[in-house]
């Protein structure tokens, strides 16, 4: 039940349903939690020969719209700035890379009522 989860909890609790999801559909986890000075990206996962940052938004309520709505020009350009930062951490600047979102609505009592895959969700000007 998460009914009485912080909003940290919440989120811990998303991105283990989303790593669960990306792993089911054969991508192998990199990193969780991958933290850069400026940013953090959820998590990074690699689909064949293609990095997949990932960044897993959940939410309880629809009060504030679908969590994917909550991914500002702001939050994109920070995404977009630590992806640059783990490929050059990682040596891998030569890499094709995306960025996904993983978007999950759930109910008070912790049932997941959506959870959507968006591929290619945030991209860069």
């Given at each position: 039940m998460?009914?009485?989860l912080?909003?940290?909890e919440l989120g811990t609790h998303g991105e283990r349903l989303a790593e669960e999801?990306?792993?089911g559909l054969g991508y192998?986890?990199?990193d969780r939690n991958w933290r850069w000075q400026?940013?953090?990206l959820d998590l990074v996962a690699e689909q064949g020969d293609e990095v997949v940052f990932v960044e897993?938004?959940?939410r309880r309520s629809q009060t504030y719209g679908p969590p994917e709505e909550s991914i500002t020009r702001a939050k994109r350009d920070k995404l977009i700035q630590t992806a640059y930062a783990y490929l050059g951490?990682?040596?891998r600047q030569d890499v094709h890379w995306r960025i996904d979102?993983?978007?999950i609505d759930m109910e008070r009592d912790g049932t997941v009522i959506r959870l959507e895959h968006i591929v290619s969700a945030v991209e860069g000007d």
């Open positions: 998460t009914s009485h912080t909003p940290r999801h990306l792993v192998r986890i990199l400026k940013g953090e897993v938004k959940t951490s990682a040596n979102v993983v978007a």
